[in-house]
């Protein structure tokens, strides 16, 4: 069923990052950091504390036992502040050497001693720090624990410092990038051989088994996120499923992946017609095939993420449909599957060289259905660079 | 490589968690929630909030742009606090019917003008809501909101009520036994075919790739979480990997994997030698074999986890080795591949039926090599039931 015959295409693994490369976002975190006086950034969520460290870990942030922390100073040296069970995992993979442990689990004190004690030695010039407080932050330790520890550093001050890592993170170097390029390719090789794994009748939750398998062995390391909408002549749903329902001809379904691999996510989805669609079905595939066109061609250093959304929606409404509109049509995406900004009228982040984005137009058609595509692409000086292989002009047809 | 020719076993998948199943929880939550005078609950985890609602999505966890949210009330409806692009996958797999919504992402007030309105409508009478603020509580909600939120609703007071949801989650129902079961069935033939995976000279990377298809082929649902330490006669880590190490003949290897089905994981590891291992090897085997053995023997209800902690520890060091002891020797699972509590000398909490722990006896041995063991099982009147098929007497031996 995951064809094993037939070779999968292979694409050859970016190599790890350098040294240079975390020094460098460090030194572009000081800038920002001197910027809004902060001494010092305390992080401890899965999106930044590799972002800054080199962290290879999928205990730290599967399991909430044990809080992993790490504190970037304005001056002197990061300081790792880690359960002692992860000092062997911190050498082999991180590059930080200053390194601080504690007995873990110990829910009556799980390193917030250790913590304070780092944070009031670094804290000594603008008596603040940076805390991933706002906007998308989600920290592996209790918040319980941080509140109790901004206490302890009193006299000195927590300011949120997402707008920090948002700006730093929005701008992806090229080893970032080459990342981006590997799982957006193993991806699109996978969807474009999906036809190899689907059999008429056979139900959704296995073909999504079989496609996650085969994404596996080609190269991904995880694939945190797939779903599929499925119906006859169309499907009416972008983020639900498997329900267990069988795919059987005159079906139209979508599937939409966050595959992961060293740490950076592609996301985006890919449009199957069990035997020949309706002419709703291809007219509304057409617009959306042209609608992302348009997202695409918007997305040059200097426009919006307001433009992006307005690119698709002309070429949506201008072929007759009606626009689904989730909120947002794409966004940034990076270490995690979503990423600020938002493709909507009402955000006005201008494009840089080195920000990556989805382009993700939806459309409604004939009774109740609708219709989602989606692409990767990084913003160069050039022009927009495919992360995701562009979908094909016409919805792929498999043999019903 | 993954093995089509020979048929999978095939597991029954468990049935849907009923309504009734919710409904016993809640009320559950309600007794305690009266005894520690709190007028709500606020749900916030991905470890919670489906065990209230049912509800099942990727996406709400996955992603940081949208948090979700859920009142359980002392009394009256529970009421989910969600975006609204996410009201179809709420209908189609939560039972709770009040819902109020907002258009996200809005990073300047995500639901929190919502959440607000209904806990001041809610705690009249205590004027204290219970929130995951404690031990292990990680929210899919950014800190500083929640901050914001706990101001907002003042005079209303936030208690934790971690301390409620690890009593409820402590015991599983039945129906939560069944997944558990579910998943550590599906582990445990994958690992017993783990030979038909493996040939000698791969790297342990793609070992890992494939074994990962195979759960997933089998019925699991995702493998967040598969490790691999190797060596010439033994290995020295137990939650790194993989690394690229290429296996071969006089290897030794253990692999552990948290896999999950319907929000339930196992977690445990097995042993594997290349070739016939050596005599020290197959000694420490068969002592952490019979430490895991007096550790599933230990777990009956009125037993502490300090007891299968030192029922482990005995039987390590009356065989002549030093325990390697990482903080503990195994520990709660359920929704999270570890909960409370510690299999260590200090923890004592009094195991009763319904609960389930991890077995988990590690030992040193030559020079700076280690070797672990780790089994499932749930507490029952009757005596431990292992939820993972028993590991071999010895050491699997793979042709080399």
């Not at 870990?57 to 599967?62: K, P």
């Not at 010039?125 to 805390?131: K, Q, W, Y």
């Not at 193993?186 to 059999?199: E, H, K, T």
């Not at 695409?296 to 509109?325: K, N, S």
Request: net charge positive; proline share 7%; hydrophobic share 40%.
């Amino acid at each position: 069923m995951t064809g094993e015959r037939r070779p999968r295409s292979i694409h050859r693994a970016p190599p790890p990052f350098t040294r240079s490369e975390f020094e460098q976002r460090i030194e572009r975190a000081r800038a920002l950091m001197t910027a809004t006086r902060l001494d010092a950034l305390l992080i401890a969520s899965e999106a930044n504390l590799p972002y800054f460290s080199g962290l290879e870990s999928q205990i730290a942030w599967i399991s909430p036992s044990r809080p992993w922390h790490m504190i970037v100073p304005l001056e002197g040296e990061p300081v790792a502040v880690i359960p002692a069970s992860g000092l062997r995992e911190w050498r082999e993979s991180a590059w930080v050497g200053e390194v601080r442990t504690w007995r873990s689990p110990n829910p009556e004190n799980e390193g917030l001693d250790l913590l304070a004690a780092e944070i009031k030695r670094t804290a000594r010039r603008f008596r603040r720090i940076g805390v991933e407080l706002g906007q998308e932050a989600r920290l592996a330790m209790a918040p319980g624990d941080l509140m109790r520890l901004l206490d302890m550093i009193r006299p000195v001050q927590a300011a949120d410092c997402q707008p920090i890592m948002r700006q730093l993170r929005f701008v992806k170097s090229k080893a970032e990038i080459a990342r981006l390029r590997h799982i957006g390719g193993i991806v699109s090789d996978a969807f474009a051989d999906l036809s190899r794994l689907f059999r008429p009748g056979m139900r959704d939750a296995d073909l999504l088994r079989a496609l996650q398998a085969d994404i596996l062995l080609r190269g991904a390391d995880k694939t945190p996120y797939m779903v599929i909408g499925s119906g006859r002549g169309g499907y009416d749903s972008t983020s639900l499923g498997p329900t267990g329902r069988k795919l059987t001809k005159g079906d139209v379904f979508q599937i939409d992946t966050g595959s992961r691999y060293g740490g950076y996510f592609c996301d985006f989805c890919r449009n199957y017609a069990v035997g020949k669609p309706t002419v709703a079905v291809q007219r509304a595939y057409d617009a959306l095939w042209h609608a992302t066109q348009a997202g695409i061609e918007a997305a040059m250093p200097g426009r919006t993420a307001a433009d992006l959304f307005h690119a698709q929606a002309r070429v949506i409404e201008a072929a007759g449909f009606q626009i689904r509109d989730a909120g947002r049509m794409g966004h940034g995406l990076g270490r995690n599957i979503t990423e600020p900004p938002s493709n909507k009228p009402d955000d006005h982040t201008v494009l840089v060289a080195g920000a990556t984005v989805t382009i993700e137009p939806m459309c409604m058609f004939g009774r109740g259905k609708l219709m989602v595509h989606e692409e990767n692409l990084v913003v160069t000086d050039k022009g927009p660079l495919l992360l995701s292989r562009r979908a094909p002009v016409e919805i792929t047809l498999l043999s019903p």
